[in-house]
């Protein structure tokens, strides 16, 4: 870990494009300095009222996480919205979280604690709501009455240690789906609260919602 | 993009192929005649409306129907649920298959009815309904894929001894003609909703597949039982293919358009049933997802009818003259190849098929890709087609020359592959034999067999189905075994930085 690798924080890339670009933007990420990646499925949903009574307001999406030291993440960034042109409708989002400590990499070895990260400008933050499987859709309904755009919703499963059963002869873990809302600061309180609601999160076993700030978004409108 | 946009594109790249094909050979031995090629243009146009819509319909209706089936009969946690709703599901969603019928009413023809269709159709229902409980049991009790089909797989050879040739050929095409458009995607729906909910996700991962393997074995045992307890006359050989005259471009579109959508109708009321009643007893879905489905099944019988308005109009009549004339050229080589193209580009265009590969991404959240199970299922329905070719060329070449040994060779690799790719392959076996190879490459076949001298168009034309089926079950798994190797490799080197 002593390596010469500039101490730097860590932060975390997202990016979410339509299915079938994650691996593009991987590899394309890795000329610039990224080590690694993972790939999630999930589907995007917009707000579009003629889509929606069609039921096609639902695309399959990938989602990359990549994570990186902070002063790579302005070159990486640069150079995917060269290549892939976010800042154009329907060509993906990307954006990045400060996150306090990565391991298993070479590249960073910075402690958080003894730096102060440079506070920007939060312009945006990143929802995540989990909730049980099949909810997900009302999450971004009661997201969107509140001014959200639109949202990703992940397929994952297992839970609290009271929800784990035994089926036959299989373990079982409940089914859930966590959305992702990008909205900008000053809706996320009334995007939350309208969740909150709605979905009776505090209410035991209902679901959990977590906030993130956003350092740099791209590609949103 | 929207989701339209994007299915038009995916179905446009595995419909064009095909199309290329024809139009080639309609160019170079065999001319088709311009109103039939106009009319398969029109039809590929067709084809591919209809499939984009269909694929819609699915993703929205059918898929989750099954999961959500799949998910709250597990969940019930009594075995008797499970094994009554297996039985129940398996039984209606085999009947209302139209494939089925078909075979029925060829097999009562060449029996002189000594099997009804009726009979046939129940006992190959009740057997598919029986092995539908069985493979959730398997999946429930953590039964090894590779294990449950070797036993089944020796059933079907040991029941196949007193079973005459003929009939074995039937009785392993009716298990692909049972594992139709319908069936096909919510089979491997409920089986990807039981397993899903396992806890550990490698499990779960290569459990969600090989549901639809097994209830296919189910069809395999009910023919040869079938034709065990009733005997069988000898075989006639009545079968005759018209080969087309129609030169009216739209008239044929027009005349099939209502045996499509009744036919449609017919798969999709099992399901729409099984649905409106699940809602009421166990799913008590919100109104928006109530009525998503719903609308999921419009889709699902708009896009139908459309596809098999286009397929049954011409691709029949464009396979059989194609079939007819290449055999006319009397060039074996030829034939043989022609025969592997047409495997290969067709089975692109099996509805089934893309949602499989669908699926299998989901699954494995990416890591097998949809493209390389394409690859491979192509390469295997293009070597059993090849293969079909050389089985009507050559006298002696009976069915179970290549039956027997392809399914050793079949249940051995299941082994030593990732069991994963066990169940995605014999998946693949029953997804392979839909609509488009029941039409286009069926009628293909008794085109070539029509024109070989010596070749009976009944005997030679049951059993490509069977090889369908089978070659991409070793295609598949031989994927899954480069997988494996490459993965290994991947694991063990340090990374480039």
């Known amino acids: 870990m002593k390596s010469n690798a500039a101490c730097s924080l860590p932060e975390l890339i997202v990016v979410i494009v339509n299915f079938g670009m994650g691996s593009k933007i991987i590899r394309h990420a890795k000329r610039h300095g990224i080590t690694g990646a993972t790939v999630l499925l999930g589907k995007g949903i917009v707000k579009k009222p003629l889509l929606e009574f069609l039921e096609l307001h639902e695309t399959r999406k990938e989602i990359v996480l990549m994570g990186t030291a902070a002063d790579k993440v302005e070159p990486v960034m640069a150079s995917l919205m060269e290549k892939f042109q976010f800042e154009k409708p329907h060509h993906g989002i990307a954006f990045s979280i400060p996150i306090n400590k990565i391991l298993g990499t070479k590249l960073i070895a910075c402690d958080q604690a003894q730096e102060e990260r440079e506070v920007e400008d939060v312009v945006y933050q990143a929802i ?58 000053q809706l996320t309180d009334a995007i939350t609260a309208a969740v909150r609601q709605d979905l009776e999160i505090d209410k035991p076993g209902k679901g959990i919602i977590f906030v993130q700030d956003i350092s740099k978004a791209y590609g949103l409108r | 993009m929207n989701v339209f946009t994007e299915k038009i594109r995916e179905v446009l790249f595995s419909v064009l192929p095909v199309t290329l094909i024809v139009f080639i050979f309609n160019l170079t031995v065999t001319p088709l005649g311009f109103p039939l090629l106009l009319r398969f243009l029109l039809a590929a146009l067709l084809v591919i409306i209809g499939l984009a819509i269909f694929l819609i319909g699915v993703d929205l209706a059918v898929t989750p129907l099954g999961t959500l089936t799949g998910e709250n009969i597990t969940k ?69 894929l590779n294990k449950t089909l070797t036993v089944l797989y020796i059933l079907a050879f040991v029941l196949a001894l007193p079973t005459r040739p003929e009939f074995l050929a039937i009785a392993f095409d009716a298990s692909g003609a049972t594992t139709g458009v319908m069936a096909v995607p919510f089979i491997i729906a409920l089986g990807v909703g039981v397993s899903a909910l396992k806890k550990d996700s490698t499990a779960s991962e290569k459990d969600s597949f090989g549901l639809v393997a097994i209830t296919s074995v189910g069809a395999i045992l009910g023919v040869q039982l079938m034709s065990v307890f009733a005997g069988s006359k000898e075989l006639g050989d009545s079968l005759h293919v018209a080969l087309s ?62 596809f098999f308005t286009g397929v049954n109009a011409v691709f029949m009549d464009a396979g059989s003259m194609v079939g007819y004339k290449i055999a006319g050229t009397g060039n074996n080589f030829l034939i043989v190849v022609t025969g592997f193209f047409l495997g290969f580009t067709t089975i692109l265009a099996e509805p089934a098929v893309h949602v499989l590969t669908h699926q299998i991404e989901d699954v494995t959240s990416g890591y097998v890709k949809g493209k390389a199970v394409l690859g491979a299922l192509a390469l295997g329905v293009g070597i059993a087609v090849a293969m079909s070719m050389l089985r009507i060329l ?25 069991q994963l790719f066990v169940g995605i392959a014999f998946d693949a076996g029953g997804v392979a034999t839909g609509p488009i190879t029941a039409t286009f490459i069926l009628a293909f076949t008794q085109g070539v067999a029509e024109a070989v001298e010596g070749a009976s168009v009944l005997i030679d034309g049951f059993g490509m189905i069977a090889a369908v089926a089978l070659m991409p079950i070793i295609t598949l798994q031989l994927l899954g075994l480069i997988f494996q190797i490459k993965t290994k490799k991947g694991g063990l080197e340090p990374d480039e930085e």
């Open chain 1, 128 to 185: 995540f709501v989990i909730v049980d499987k099949g909810n997900a859709e009302l999450v971004i309904d009661a997201a969107q009455k509140a001014g959200a755009r639109g949202g990703t919703i992940i397929n994952a499963r297992g839970s609290g240690i009271h929800e784990t059963a035994k089926l036959f002869a299989m373990e079982i873990e409940p089914e859930k789906e966590i959305v992702l809302i990008i909205a900008e600061k």
């Open chain 2, 76 to 144: 019930k946690n009594k075995l008797w649920i499970l094994l009554l709703a297996g039985v129940i599901l398996g039984f209606f969603i085999s009947i209302a298959e139209p494939g089925l019928l078909v075979l029925a009413n060829q097999v009562a023809l060449v029996t002189a009815g000594h099997v009804s269709s009726t009979g046939l159709v129940i006992v190959v229902s009740v057997g598919l309904g029986l092995l539908m409980a069985f493979g959730f049991v398997r999946i429930v009790y953590n039964v090894p």
């Open chain 2, 245 to 306: 005259t129609e030169t009216s471009l739209i008239l044929p579109f027009l005349e099939a358009l209502p045996g499509a959508l009744r036919e449609t109708v017919f798969v999709l009321l099992p399901l729409i049933v099984i649905f409106l009643t699940l809602q009421q007893i166990m799913f008590k879905l919100n109104k928006k997802a109530f009525r998503r489905i719903l609308k999921g099944f419009i889709y699902t019988l708009v896009g139908l009818a459309v």
């Open chain 2, 394 to 418: 050559i006298p002696g070449f009976q069915l179970w020359h290549f039956l027997l040994p392809g399914y050793i060779i079949a249940i051995g690799m299941s082994y030593f592959v990732p």
